[in-house]
């Protein structure tokens, strides 16, 4: 009896060192003197608050959710000024009301000196217009000329997010939106990297960052469609999610049939979140022209206003079996932009928003084109 009493108070001790509670125990020396003698401890309050304190722990953390039933938007943790945050996949989820907010101190900004401007031009038939050299081109930041330091036409690699709308009324669009996805896939740049976010009531990560189309493609086969529409959450999550990207370009692309009606983001908060980042937003829209709700109504508006924003596009599907051929064109224009590089004049870090204004001097003998670029970007802070 009195060995397994020693023994019992040993593992409480072990556990109390755990904890960093071995400040409350008395010094080692006496201890050892104790146990070596063979005599019983004194009663040391110290320990017992320490056990206690662990089966709360314990018992805490046996009560927790499991990771995979919690919604997959980063949560808005309040952070210690200096201090680094966790981002990507070590970001801890959490569900309930608290799970949408805007984090403090969660912009995406363009942290360096050369601002990079992916480009691309159509002409009034809305085909791709390739071929054109840096001379054709003027980039002005806040209304002041730059000088275009930096000019690419080639094929970079790039990072895309595919946010794919699973509410229950893509029912009846849920086997040809899957084809366009994996169209759009297979027509893309062999180096880029994608990740699949599915949702309805809210967004969940269906494969995270992948080069293989056999993934994706098994995972789309698994999804099944149902509930309603918390698109605003799922672009946001997207967002946020490409912080873990290893491309320096970066696009979304968002499958959808309407508007939102389960979102807890607003749609402002979405667009400083939109506006904020370094990623060109692609659409492609099923919509029902007659709406009967004004979210329904409202959808279209939005999501064509953010990619304009970020200088990608939205296409209207009027026939759903052409929605194989408008995603291969989506990829097809990713793979056909052109990269401007300029050095800001103003160096100033102050974090404000800067205007940025592409323009375009057709050589002669070609029509009036239409440039397709973000419209600004956040200054470094200090």
């Known amino acids: 009896m009195t060995q397994r009493l020693r023994q019992s108070s040993g593992n409480r001790a072990n556990i109390a060192i755990k904890l960093g509670c071995n400040s409350m125990k008395k010094p080692g020396p006496e201890r050892e003197t104790a146990a070596t003698q063979g005599h019983r401890r004194p009663f040391d309050l110290g320990s017992v608050y320490c056990a206690l304190f662990?089966?709360?722990?314990?018992?805490?953390?046996?009560?927790?959710?499991?990771?995979?039933?919690?919604?997959?938007?980063?949560?808005?943790?309040?952070?210690?000024?200096?201090?680094?945050?966790?981002?990507?996949?070590?970001?801890?989820?959490?569900?309930?009301?608290?799970?949408?907010?805007?984090?403090?101190?969660?912009?995406?900004?363009?942290?360096?000196?050369?601002?990079?401007?992916?480009?691309?031009?159509?002409d009034p038939m809305n085909r791709l217009v390739t071929g054109l050299e840096k001379e054709d081109f003027?980039?002005?930041?806040?209304?002041?000329?730059?000088?275009?330091?930096?000019?690419?036409?080639?094929?970079?690699?790039?990072?895309?997010?595919?946010?794919?709308?699973?509410?229950?009324?893509?029912?009846?669009?849920?086997?040809?939106?899957?084809?366009?996805?994996?169209?759009?896939?297979?027509?893309?740049?062999?180096?880029?990297?994608?990740?699949?976010?599915?949702?309805?009531?809210?967004?969940?990560?269906?494969?995270?960052?992948?080069?293989?189309?056999?993934?994706?493609?098994?995972?789309?086969?698994?999804?099944?469609?149902?509930?309603?529409?918390?698109?605003?959450?799922?672009?946001?999550?997207?967002?946020?999610?490409?912080?873990?990207?290893?491309?320096?370009?970066?696009?979304?692309?968002?499958?959808?049939?309407?508007?939102?009606?389960?979102?807890?983001?607003?749609?402002?908060?979405?667009?400083?979140?939109?506006?904020?980042?370094?990623?060109?937003?692609?659409?492609?829209?099923?919509?029902?022209?007659?709406?009967p709700t004004p979210e329904e109504r409202f959808g279209p508006m939005l999501l064509n206003d953010l990619s304009e924003e970020t200088g990608g596009r939205m296409f209207r599907v009027d026939d759903i079996a052409e929605m194989g051929d408008i995603a291969e064109k989506i990829s097809t224009e990713l793979r056909n932009q052109y990269v401007i590089g300029f050095r800001p004049k103003d160096l100033t870090r102050d974090g404000k928003w800067r205007k940025v204004k592409v323009k375009i001097n057709p050589p002669q003998g070609l029509p009036p084109l239409t440039v397709h670029a973000r419209t600004g970007y956040y200054a470094p802070m200090q």
């Open 54 to 122: 662990a089966v709360i722990c314990v018992s805490v953390a046996l009560g927790q959710d499991a990771p995979l039933d919690k919604v997959h938007v980063p949560p808005p943790a309040a952070t210690t000024p200096g201090a680094a945050e966790p981002a990507g996949a070590e970001a801890p989820a959490v569900s309930g009301p608290d799970a949408l907010k805007i984090r403090p101190g969660s912009r995406i900004l363009l942290n360096v000196d050369m601002v990079l401007v992916p480009i691309t031009v159509t």
């Open 138 to 291: 003027q980039v002005f930041e806040n209304g002041g000329q730059q000088k275009i330091s930096t000019f690419a036409a080639e094929d970079a690699p790039v990072s895309i997010g595919i946010v794919f709308d699973l509410s229950g009324s893509m029912n009846s669009k849920l086997i040809r939106a899957r084809e366009s996805i994996l169209q759009f896939i297979k027509t893309a740049n062999p180096q880029d990297e994608f990740f699949v976010i599915g949702f309805n009531d809210r967004p969940e990560l269906i494969e995270d960052f992948t080069g293989s189309v056999e993934d994706i493609q098994a995972r789309l086969a698994t999804v099944r469609s149902g509930k309603r529409t918390a698109l605003l959450d799922a672009i946001y999550y997207a967002v946020v999610k490409m912080k873990d990207a290893r491309h320096e370009r970066k696009a979304i692309l968002v499958v959808s049939d309407g508007g939102d009606n389960n979102s807890r983001y607003t749609s402002g908060e979405l667009r400083s979140q939109v506006r904020e980042s370094d990623v060109e937003l692609y659409a492609i829209g099923i919509f029902d022209p007659y709406a």
